[in-house]
């Protein structure tokens, strides 16, 4: 087994720490691997090297966490200021989609622990909006955490 090499990748104004465990495999899936609340890439530490004889296979510091930078939060209603962000399943969603294009640029598989699964599920669906780009093959849920809705919010839902 091989260890998962570690890098940063630029994400709008932040750096987003990552890690890529890879064999000769000939897999034209990659997976991408997305931690729950609190932890970060070293949370898979023992899966990565195991599925990346199988295929490749990424796992990704949300912002916030880990080796990623950590900005300053801001409340939904809170007035924008340099440097702070609105923490949520929409930025992290988007955080993953862009990582997804930009970085694997395959076919991929998102699997999801914790609030990692509600990330996985608000990423696959916007990748859906350019399947050419950078298909979501499926997503794994781990434990995944319940969002809650106000039937306003559900609503919009697709």
């Given at each position: 087994?091989?260890?998962?090499?570690h890098?940063?990748?630029?994400?709008?104004?932040?750096m987003?720490?990552?890690?890529?465990?890879?064999?000769?495999?000939?897999?034209?899936v990659?997976?991408?691997?997305?931690?729950?609340?609190?932890?970060?890439?070293g949370?898979?530490?023992?899966?990565?090297?195991?599925?990346g004889?199988?295929?490749p296979t990424?796992?990704?510091?949300?912002?916030?966490?880990?080796s990623?930078?950590?900005?300053?939060?801001?409340?939904?209603?809170?007035?924008?200021s340099?440097?702070?962000?609105?923490?949520?399943f929409?930025?992290?969603?988007?955080?993953?989609?862009?990582f997804?294009?930009?970085?694997?640029g395959?076919p991929?598989?998102?699997?999801?622990n914790?609030?990692?699964?509600?990330?996985a599920l608000r990423?696959?669906?916007?990748?859906e909006?350019?399947?050419?780009?950078?298909?979501?093959q499926?997503?794994?849920?781990?434990d995944?955490?319940?969002?809650?809705?106000d039937d306003k919010?559900?609503?919009?839902?697709?």
């Amino acid at each position: 087994m091989n260890s998962p090499e570690h890098s940063l990748w630029h994400w709008q104004d932040w750096m987003i720490g990552w890690s890529l465990s890879q064999s000769q495999s000939d897999s034209e899936v990659a997976v991408l691997l997305i931690h729950g609340f609190g932890a970060n890439t070293g949370h898979w530490r023992f899966n990565q090297p195991v599925l990346g004889e199988l295929a490749p296979t990424y796992a990704i510091d949300l912002l916030g966490f880990g080796s990623s930078d950590q900005p300053r939060a801001r409340l939904k209603d809170e007035p924008k200021s340099p440097g702070s962000v609105h923490y949520g399943f929409d930025l992290w969603g988007q955080q993953v989609a862009d990582f997804c294009r930009d970085v694997i640029g395959r076919p991929v598989l998102l699997v999801g622990n914790s609030i990692g699964g509600v990330v996985a599920l608000r990423a696959a669906q916007m990748l859906e909006t350019d399947p050419d780009n950078c298909p979501c093959q499926g997503v794994v849920l781990i434990d995944c955490a319940q969002r809650l809705m106000d039937d306003k919010q559900l609503a919009t839902q697709p």
